[in-house]
């Protein structure tokens, strides 16, 4: 698929995003917290494409404002990162 934003044209595949998607969260805690900034990305680019709206992506409580937090500040608790990857799991869903 090709789509354009600010007249230059990008590619991106469906199902290479749905396989990236499927990875993060088969992903070990240990495994997912080295791999923040490519899950931010995804999570970036997956919330554009499905058109998610900026409070769940940004607010205190949006994934991408959460993914954040884990990559700048750490976790603090297994309970949180828990709820931040359910967080991803849900807004970042491909069908």
């Known amino acids: 698929m090709i789509y354009v934003v600010e007249d230059t044209k990008y590619h991106f595949s469906y199902t290479e995003l749905k396989e990236d998607y499927i990875r993060y969260c ?5 495994v997912f917290l080295k791999n923040i900034p490519a899950a931010l990305h995804c999570a970036c680019f997956i919330c554009y494409f499905k058109e998610v709206s900026t ?6 409580k949006g994934i991408i404002h959460e993914l ?9 608790n ?18």
Do not use: P, Y
């Open 26 to 30: 088969s992903m070990a805690d240990e």
């Open 55 to 60: 409070e769940a992506c940004l607010s205190d």
């Open 68 to 76: 954040i937090h884990l990559n700048h500040l750490g976790f603090t």
């Open 78 to 95: 297994n309970q949180e990162l828990a709820q931040i990857r359910k967080l991803f799991e849900t807004v970042c869903k491909l069908d």
